[in-house]
């Protein structure tokens, strides 16, 4: 939903990138640390108690992988400080957007009233332009962007080691699973608010499964809370939030009935069902039609099973490594879960195997969903976090003794050496698209502040094989300038805070982003000051329209810049 064109452009890049335990029946029914569920919900795991309980639990090598984990933390904020921009796809935009709200009915900028509004109503994706537009207040543009995509790091690893010991405090440390995810290619193309909602999904689901047995007031609260910044976030998030949690209710069911319980179990859904009004307001609006995706289901197969949605500069054994050891822990799991009984293996059920169901779910989701819907794209890219993401809470926790030890320390330092390796990528790949985005703006320096511009990109593929387009850099210089820009794919999406005013006629969303050269500008040129092309080929029709009334006023590289004539004379008059 991030960009209704997604569809066609960034599958482009995805086709360009493909081409290159827990065991022992002593601890079965105690229960668990982690949750306030009681007995009918008990797990294996050590018994609850104070945090001076919880802290006896601790392995000598705990304090050692708190200390590496946080080390890590700080080691992903890395990308974001070492560039003078983070160039992402949609990132420019955002930042653009939320400079457009802040300025509305500013004195000082009344071109941006003229041209852009407000739109009032619950909306997705309002919260990272209600962040950016509050930073932008006392940051620049490129800090206040830096610091939002800091805060989702710390926010989204927290949440990870939160969910993570949902189930069992001994489970924190397969937190460390998360921080591939980071970094991951929904990152790289912009969309921060899939990004941010990512860690109340992991919220929302972890702290239900601690409180599930108690759904009073304050959890109601709490769960209506992380439910509401999920769908101000990502309306694809929050229904997934939804699903994970029904796919839990269901799996939990049994054992409250068997319980006695389940009149109780039952209050939950009156606690959910308001969370789905909003969604479905949603879908009304926006209407319910969906598109196949164009991958074949090998290569649906392989983008999950590779986890190719991570690694998104690094080599593919990065995502293989990656998936290879969570199958690996989970068939270690499995294994520590069957019993022989009367000469017989037989499977154990406990309540906790309702994550594996909600992964397995999750997969199954994956397959089937459509590629686009609602105005949403890129949603099966998007499906392929989850289900690792789930089992943090289900696989087993190694708690580092006896002979899991060491297996336990060698699955920690293959995922920080997978961790820092990938920071490493993202430092060379981006260092190097900042340089390219600067080539992109060189020719912007002569334009006026406060002025009207049509920004063009003929190629929207950066040098560098991944996932960033060069759809939106000319957005930081918009920024700066305060310049109404045609090209704002925000304002004439519908799905997002900002939107022209209903008497703006611009270009469409096909003709700027897939085919600038049809573009017949004689159009538009009354409300179009300057016209800024990136490489625009040689023999250009839209070459040959400018001519009638622009004029080349500066070219640096491959970026040119054309000032309307009419406009040129009434500087020289004013002069």
């Not at 982690?34 to 601790?58: K, L, V």
């Not at 560039?83 to 990132?91: A, R, S």
């Not at 304050?218 to 809370?225: G, K, W």
């Not at 690694?311 to 998936?323: N, R």
């Amino acid at each position: 939903m991030d960009n209704p064109l997604g569809k066609g452009l960034v599958v482009e890049s995805v086709v360009q990138l493909r081409a290159r335990r827990r065991g022992g029946d002593g601890l079965a029914h105690q229960q668990n640390p982690g949750d306030e569920s009681g007995g009918a919900h008990a797990t294996s795991s050590p018994p609850q108690g104070t945090a001076e309980a919880g802290r006896a639990y601790r392995k000598p090598g705990e304090r050692a992988e708190g200390l590496l984990f946080a080390v890590l933390v700080a080691l992903q904020l890395v990308p974001f400080w070492v560039v003078t921009t983070v160039p992402t796809t949609d990132g420019p935009s955002h930042v653009y957007n939320a400079f457009i709200q802040l300025h509305l009915g500013d004195p000082a900028y009344p071109q941006l009233g003229r041209a852009f509004a407000l739109d009032p109503r619950p909306l997705p994706n309002w919260l990272s332009q209600v962040a950016l537009t509050t930073m932008l207040k006392v940051v620049s543009p490129a800090t206040a962007e830096k610091l939002l995509l800091s805060a989702y790091a710390v926010l989204f690893l927290a949440a990870a080691r939160f969910f993570a010991g949902s189930v069992d405090p001994r489970r924190r440390w397969l937190s460390f699973l998360a921080f591939p995810f980071v970094l991951n290619w929904t990152l790289h193309f912009g969309f921060y608010n899939f990004c941010l909602s990512l860690a109340f999904y992991l919220l929302a689901l972890g702290g239900w499964w601690r409180g599930r047995a108690r759904p009073g007031p304050r959890r109601a609260a709490e769960l209506t809370v992380l439910l509401l910044l999920c769908y101000f976030s990502h309306i694809v998030t929050v229904v997934l939030a939804l699903f994970s949690l029904g796919v839990l209710w269901l799996a939990t069911l049994p054992g409250a009935v068997r319980a006695g319980t389940w009149r109780r179990h039952l209050l939950h859904l009156a606690i959910l069902a308001p969370q789905v009004v909003l969604p479905l307001w949603f879908v009304a609006v926006r209407g319910a039609e969906a598109s196949a995706g164009t991958s074949s289901l090998r290569e649906a197969l392989a983008d999950l099973a590779g986890l190719r949605a991570l690694f998104t500069f690094g080599e593919p054994w990065l995502g293989i490594s990656l998936a290879a050891l969570v199958l690996g822990l989970t068939l270690f799991t499995l294994a520590g879960r069957l019993r022989r009984e009367a000469g017989r293996l037989r499977w154990r059920w406990q309540e906790e195997d309702a994550f594996l169901v909600l992964a397995a779910a999750l997969v199954a989701v994956y397959f089937l969903s459509p590629e686009d819907m609602s105005g949403g794209s890129l949603l099966q890219l998007r499906l392929t976090l989850f289900p690792v993401l789930v089992l943090m809470a289900w696989l087993g926790p190694l708690d580092g003794s006896g002979a899991t030890a060491w297996l336990r320390r060698m699955v920690v330092a293959t995922l920080a050496v997978l961790a820092v390796w990938n920071v490493a990528n993202v430092v060379r790949a981006w260092r190097s698209l900042d340089g390219e985005v600067q080539a992109v703006l060189a020719a912007a320096d002569r334009i006026a502040p406060g002025s009207r511009v049509l920004s063009l990109m003929f190629d929207l593929y950066s040098d560098l094989p991944g996932p960033v387009l060069l759809i939106h850099p000319f957005n930081r210089v918009d920024t700066a300038k305060g310049l109404v820009d045609w090209s704002n794919y925000e304002a004439a999406s519908g799905v997002f805070p900002i939107r022209f005013q209903p008497w703006v006629r611009v270009p469409t969303l096909w003709e700027i982003q897939r085919a600038p050269d049809t573009i017949d500008i004689e159009r538009f040129k009354a409300a179009t000051d300057y016209v800024y092309c990136w490489r625009m080929p040689a023999g250009s029709l839209l070459a040959r329209r400018l001519a009638q009334s622009y004029e080349l006023v500066r070219q640096a590289g491959e970026a040119r810049l054309y000032e309307r004539r009419d406009r040129m004379a009434k500087e020289i008059v004013r002069k």
